[in-house]
């Protein structure tokens, strides 16, 4: 079995992943994001998003109601169907969900956020995100073993019933190890892990997991929690995790050839 | 089993409906539209919904591609999700699809539409609306074999894959008898089929399959496209199709009590 996560950036080439995608014999799964129009619809509708910086540094985006409604519409509606559309246009019997449906994957949404703004120490509530803490695994069983492809976005559900907003590199992880996927592909704006991210050229073609914590210090931002999230992956068991450039033509068939960042296990 | 078709509008108790339905025995589809909020969105992004009227004198959805993407955004997107994000709060298992996913139900997209504009005859392309043709059942009787809710929204696919914008009336009811349904609830912004629309008093309370043609003198617009509905999946073998009052408390404890218009065969 094979997870493909897609970034939700703007020069991502989703056409050509659609295409690699239903060429795969097997059972499979896409997760994906959408950043770039949540961000566009919010322009739109003259609410920008609010990014946030918590006291470690890390940036998210501030989700409150009205965003999470906006999310919904970009992630869970447009994207997720017009996904789900073009495959059912390749013959391919697509299953759009978001991880509220059938409770996939539920998680603890974090009450209050301790951030920086302007230098100052801040606390700031109303914000629907959280952890990822259970992947229910049935309803996705149900569907792979009767030759549906699922295509899987947040939200997720809170174990009080709320929608959130989670780390959808977690999400993508943390639903292959429940599903005991083999390999993990992540498509993004990216050749894959750079030595130096200002270089392409500079791409480190494959790391075991032994190595992960060595080449932790070419990673910066997001990249890092991404390979946080392939080191986690790694040792919870899945075999191969490649990261790998999702703007290119056949970004699937090059990255399932080794083209990009291979992750193994040794 | 029972399906439960509520209307877009603004008034209707979305949360009564939802709290009655979970403690409905047996399996339940729940079809919702989404006129409202999409009408909403239309104007904040600055694109107005462009109603047109057919020759016959029908109105509609001009839904050109861009709408469609706003279609997606509510009915698909924030709609959908918040009423399995509310089903799951109150402990049900219920996975909201559209009608893409897994080709639930297809149909043939209208090349050119014939209307009247400002008196004049005028023929538009570029629509993405048509009829329904086709209701397959396997993965919405997989998932209630298997215990889900489902929550069900349009677009619909056309043969070409393309997704399309049809008549939620006519889709629950196709749904209903593709399904077998026993009972058909609509729930709507009106007591019933009225026998004069404009006094709520003059509640039409039974009416037989061999009485509809009679009664549909006094139903005028989208109410005679409901009657019509009726009609047939009464002649399709559905036993009962209830018209009753979205806005009330109990929306549907009230419509299965029979306080509506209440259709059966005979």
Chains 1, 2 share one sequence.
Not at 8 to 27: M, P, R, Y
Not at 62 to 67: L, P, Q, R, V
Not at 232 to 239: C, K, R, T
Request: aromatic letters at 6%.
């Amino acid at each position: 079995m094979i997870l493909i996560k897609i970034g939700g950036g703007q020069t991502i080439n989703k056409e050509s992943i659609l295409k690699d995608l239903v060429e795969i014999k097997g059972k499979k799964l896409l997760v994906h994001g959408g950043n770039y129009e949540l961000n566009e619809l919010s322009k739109q509708l003259h609410y920008p998003p609010k990014m946030i910086t918590s006291k470690t540094g890390q940036k998210s985006r501030f989700t409150d109601e009205k965003t999470m409604d906006m999310f919904m519409m970009t992630y869970a509606g447009k994207i997720n169907k017009r996904i789900v559309e073009r495959l059912q246009q390749l013959n391919t019997q697509a299953v759009g969900l978001s991880c509220l449906d059938g409770g996939i994957v539920k998680g603890t949404r974090r009450q209050s956020i301790r951030c920086v703004e302007n230098g100052k120490d801040v606390v700031l509530h109303g914000d629907y995100t959280g952890s990822i803490d259970e992947v229910n695994t049935e309803l996705l069983t149900l569907l792979l073993n009767n030759g549906y492809l699922p295509v899987i976005t947040s939200p997720i559900l809170s174990f009080d019933g709320e929608a959130l907003n989670v780390d959808h590199d977690k999400l993508a992880m943390q639903i292959a190890i429940a599903l005991h996927v083999e390999t993990l592909v992540y498509l993004f704006e990216a050749p894959g892990l750079l030595k130096d991210f200002q270089d392409e050229s500079s791409l480190l073609k494959e790391c075991k997991l032994s190595e992960i914590d060595t080449v932790l210090e070419y990673a910066e931002g997001r990249m890092k929690k991404k390979v946080l999230s392939a080191k986690w992956a790694l040792e919870q068991g899945i075999q191969t995790i490649i990261f790998a450039d999702g703007r290119v033509d056949h970004p699937v068939t090059k990255a399932l050839q080794g083209v990009g960042t291979v992750f193994t296990q040794g």
